[in-house]
């Protein structure tokens, strides 16, 4: 049990890794000077940690939906500093970048 857990969790942050960078590197390299663009797509890095559990059971799901909706509020925030949001509209971004905007409404 303690092994499958560990190599879930290894997959699961190859995953996040793998979708960080494809995220971070697409818009930049199809553009770089269109980083004042803040339009994030809905809901993908929640859905993505959601597939990413529905596996799992018990603590170990709660454990590791918390370290990936870590993992994505740190990436959502990164890309806001790198498009240079600040104030209010940073925090409306990342909501939104994570895609939990509609659970706290």
């Known amino acids: 049990m303690k092994l499958s857990s560990i190599a879930v969790a290894a997959s699961l942050v190859c995953l996040i890794v793998a979708s960080v960078s494809a ?31 529905q596996s799992l059971k018990g603590q170990d799901k709660r454990d590791q939906m918390q370290l990936c909706m870590a993992q994505a509020r740190l990436d959502c925030l990164k890309q806001a500093i790198d498009q240079k949001v600040v104030g209010e509209p940073r ?15």
Do not use: I, Y
Request: glycine letters at 4%; charged letters at 15%.
């Open 91 to 105: 925090k409306d971004f990342v909501k939104s970048c994570v895609g939990m905007e509609s659970a706290e409404q």
């Open 23 to 53: 995220q971070t590197s697409s818009p930049q390299a199809a553009a770089p000077g269109s980083q004042t663009s803040t339009v994030p797509v809905p809901a993908t890095k929640r859905v993505t940690c959601l597939a990413t559990t």
